[in-house]
């Protein structure tokens, strides 16, 4: 660290917190050189030719001179494969045990000295010298992994890897978490390690909070899902193929992985979007179902300052006619910014104006971080000390860094014990009227003036009795506090499903609850941003989400301000937020005629209410995110391949966002069908591109013939029902909102005809179609 790095440190953390941070920075520096040995010499490794091999059920093991490949295909589709002994097992990613293996299923010799496992979705082929390659039913090549390589430390330490990989020429990348880039992934290098970027963040900008090595790949052969389960540090690097013109031959799209340590390791699942998505939600469980309040909108400020402005300003909700579901308070309603405290002076009865505001049906929400002052007399760390749960270094010290309360010390989630202690704190927040938490921070976070914001990467973790180091534990850092939390909050209300979402996290943090885009920049580019992390956490299997509307460290203009609150209204999470020094978000704060378009906003989302009901049990009950890619039901077409401005909500709406300053028109690209405008009731056919208005009142919304879902109505939830394309047929699920607890969902299934020029909608039932009963609006006959 230089004197330039030192007042770069000031000036953005303060004097005080500035030189803490750098002090904090040269500590990490230095607990890092003693820790964490120089790797010296490698010899690199390959693994040779084939030797032999022996069947097991699903599969078995391949032997070659210097390693051994398992293969497994389990019993509902999905390929594991894992090097020099590998198993699925131990996993944060995976929900329960590793599946079982398909019985059907096993190993056999192939041509060329190789061998394969055939199963009915996928054959699996192995050469002799270590390719795996995944194959459709019909033969069609999906992915081709190439024989890895090793670099191993002739000292001893962990081996560094690559896997190096081929899809077909024409497919396209997407997932790998969070990235403010997609969601279509273009060539680059993509850095496994989730990050705070130290401040607002635009499409250019990686790595983010949630780093995933989850792949989505989506080529004309079909579409499958790579998962490389290793929480180490490394890199992914992307190249999009090229078909050959005329006689000239394909070059293939390539992936590169490369891993600075762990597990050689791989699931692949392979089928539809539908089911490419299911299958990854029955290996890392079904997305946490939120109340159903949490589906409506929210606000949150970093600096609302008091229980006075607090009130004032669910007071100015409810003057204009604005709908709102809950407030969320962040650091500054803390004591001194520490966990699990109140403010007393600003915020003198917490619990009072929490039942004042639920009895108006809004929710108060809290903020956790992880990063505990390391002060005695702070009963957190007085607790935590003696418990023996925040993370230390190799010589046993604990482990500081400098975050918003000072001096910090972290617990270490990965430890079982840990979590449980944790767990028990959030009784305090429960009984201060809290009615969910987010997590912030937790990637972790440590101020410094240079290098990433975290801990030092030879600080120890438990990793479930493992033990290890912050190289594999960064990652799933957030993971495990997600886990901590939610495991709290349903033992500490069994009766109330959890609300909980997380900054940071890994593959399978939707167990848990969701996320949110963290400090987007307030600008157009920013707004792009967030639809991107949207959609690409969506295809990783985390199907809540949103921005902070508005963005979260500047001043938007009225206009985009206005964009961006219409593109949340159609989000999962839809929630404005800002920094202390940004601005207000209140829609009134723009100006009366962005207010007006808000509140439309606003009361279109609370008529959808019933219809995002719907779409969070599904997700549950599949995987299938709410917001989806518009190449969702039809991967095979190549210009909705390449569309990223615009998303399909559920099966039945389209929703075209204004992603760009100053348009009142904007193209949208159709897939196969009939679609109607909501907003005129004009109906385009599709496939193809159609231009819309897209005044500064409203963006353009359009709605699938023949779909059928459930809205709000003036007298209750109701069926929305657009007519059905002559000579066509359609339908619809809708799950009822059965309140906050734990009952079991009950999907109704309805179709839609046309009959002598009249719309015909049944409900489907065991017995055969059935009356609709209740109300039933038709749009889209005129």
Not at 255 to 280: F, I, K, Q, S
Not at 552 to 577: I, K, N, V
Not at 751 to 763: I, K
Request: charged share 25%; net charge neutral; with cysteine.
């Amino acid at each position: 660290m230089d004197g330039r790095d030192l007042v770069r440190s000031v000036r953005t953390f303060g004097t005080v917190r500035g030189l803490r941070a750098a002090r904090s920075a040269w500590r990490r520096h230095r607990t890092d050189a003693e820790g964490l040995p120089a790797r010296g010499p490698e010899r690199a490794r390959v693994p040779g030719p084939v030797r032999d091999a022996e069947p097991l059920p699903g599969g078995g093991i391949v032997r070659f001179a210097r390693s051994e490949l398992r293969i497994m295909v389990a019993a509902g589709g999905a390929v594991f494969w894992g090097w020099d002994g590998a198993r699925p097992d131990p996993s944060y990613a995976l929900a329960d045990e590793a599946p079982e293996p398909d019985s059907r299923a096993g190993l056999e010799p192939d041509k060329d000295g190789g061998w394969r496992v055939v199963s009915q979705r996928v054959t699996v082929e192995v050469s002799r010298h270590g390719a795996v390659e995944i194959r459709t039913p019909g033969g069609l090549v999906l992915r081709r992994d190439l024989p890895p390589r090793w670099w191993e430390p002739v000292g001893g330490g962990p081996a560094r890897w690559v896997q190096r990989s081929q899809v077909p020429a024409d497919a396209r990348f997407f997932g790998l978490g969070g990235r403010a880039a997609g969601p279509r992934l273009r060539e680059g290098t993509y850095r496994l390690w989730n990050t705070d970027p130290k401040g607002g963040f635009e499409p250019g900008d990686d790595p983010l909070y949630i780093t995933m090595p989850v792949q989505l790949v989506v080529s004309d052969a079909g579409t499958h899902l790579a998962f490389h389960d290793n929480s180490w540090e490394g890199r992914i690097t992307l190249r999009e193929g090229e078909e050959g013109a005329g006689s000239g031959h394909d070059r293939p799209g390539t992936c590169e992985v490369r891993l600075d340590g762990g597990p050689l390791r791989c699931w692949v699942v392979a089928g539809t979007p539908a089911r490419v998505l299911n299958g990854w939600a029955q290996l890392t469980g079904a997305p946490a179902l939120p109340p159903s309040w949490a589906l409506g909108p929210q606000h949150a400020r970093w600096g609302f300052g008091s229980e006075e402005k607090v009130r004032r300003v669910v007071a100015g909700y409810r003057e204009r006619g604005l709908p709102l579901s809950a407030v969320h308070l962040d650091i500054d309603h803390y004591d001194d910014h520490q966990v699990f405290t109140v403010d007393r002076q600003r915020f003198p009865d917490l619990p009072g104006m929490a039942k004042d505001l639920r009895e108006d049906g809004v929710r108060l929400v809290s903020i956790v971080d992880p990063a505990v002052k390391a002060q005695p007399g702070n009963a957190v760390y007085d607790s935590g000390s003696s418990a023996g749960a925040f993370v230390r270094d190799g010589r046993g010290r604990e482990v500081r860094g400098v975050v918003w309360p000072g001096d910090c010390v972290y617990p270490d989630f990965t430890d079982p014990k840990v979590r449980a202690w944790w767990g028990e704190l959030y009784e305090e927040r429960l009984a201060q009227g809290f009615s969910g938490v987010w997590h912030d921070m937790n990637e972790p976070v440590a101020f410094t003036p240079f290098g990433d914001m975290t801990l030092p990467r030879s600080a120890r973790h438990a990793l479930e009795g493992r033990g290890g180091d912050h190289r594999e534990a960064h990652n799933v850092y957030g993971l495990a506090m997600a886990r901590a939390g939610y495991e709290a909050l349903r033992r500490l209300r069994p009766d109330e499903r959890p609300f909980q979402f997380s900054r940071s996290g890994w593959a399978g943090m939707q167990r848990y609850g969701g996320t949110w885009s963290g400090d987007v920049s307030s600008t157009w580019p920013g707004l792009r941003a967030s639809l991107a992390l949207v959609l690409g956490l969506g295809l990783c299997g985390v199907p809540y989400s949103g921005p902070d509307v508005g963005g979260f460290d500047g001043s938007p203009s009225p206009e985009l301000y206005l964009r961006w609150f219409q593109l949340g209204a159609y989000l999962p999470l839809f929630r404005t937020h800002a920094a202390i020094d940004a601005g207000r978000r209140e829609p009134w704060e723009f100006g009366p005629e962005v207010l007006t378009h808000a509140k439309a906003a606003l009361l279109e989302r609370e008529r959808l209410r019933p219809y995002f009901v719907t779409l969070a049990h599904l997700a549950r009950l599949t995987g299938a995110p709410y917001v989806r890619p518009v190449w969702w039901g039809a991967p095979g077409d190549r210009l909705l391949r390449d569309c990223e401005d615009a998303f399909l909500l559920g099966d039945a709406l389209l929703v075209a966002p204004v992603l760009e300053r100053g348009a009142d028109r904007r193209a949208v690209r159709l897939p196969r069908g009939r679609w109607y405008d909501t907003a005129s009731g004009r109906a385009y056919d599709g496939p193809g591109q159609v231009l819309v208005d897209a005044p500064l009142s409203r963006i353009p919304v359009l709605a699938r013939a023949g779909a059928v879902l459930a809205v709000q109505g003036e007298d209750g939830v109701e069926l929305e029902v657009w007519a059905p394309a002559p000579g066509r047929r359609g339908g619809g699920l809708v799950v009822r909102d059965g309140g906050d607890g734990w009952g079991e969902a009950e999907v109704e299934r309805y179709a839609t005809r046309l009959s002598a020029g009249r719309v015909v909608v049944e409900r489907m039932t065991d017995a055969g179609p059935v009356p609709v009963e209740g109300p039933a609006r038709v749009r889209g006959l005129g």
